[in-house]
């Protein structure tokens, strides 16, 4: 395998799911909250951050995409990235971006 991607509930599980993370793979190398916000106007921070491993694993966690109720967390290799970067490269050949 070199990618997966697993759907959390959002920023009402972060804390759980963030300490989950730093308990199976330490402190992040990248940590921030970004201020995102609901239809009703209310204003909640959410967790950003990215552990990169010794073997070239990186997992990223995303505590609301973009929305306040739906997260990610996902774990991908360097060989993953790569088979990423070449089929955006191939699906963007041609289109001036």
């Known amino acids: 395998m070199q990618g997966i991607g697993v ?3 959002g920023i009402e599980t972060q ?12 402190k992040p190398q990248q940590m921030e909250t970004v201020p995102m916000g609901n239809a009703m106007g209310a204003v909640f921070n959410a967790i950003r951050a990215r552990w990169d491993l010794s073997d070239g694993t990186r997992i990223k966690y995303s505590a609301a995409d973009d929305r306040i109720d739906r997260g990610l967390i996902s774990i991908s290799t360097p060989a993953g990235r790569a088979a990423t970067r070449a089929q955006l490269a191939k699906l963007n050949r041609g289109s001036g971006l």
């Open 15 to 26: 804390r759980a799911d963030f300490s989950a993370l730093v308990r199976k793979f330490g």
């Open 7 to 9: 759907n959390t509930s």
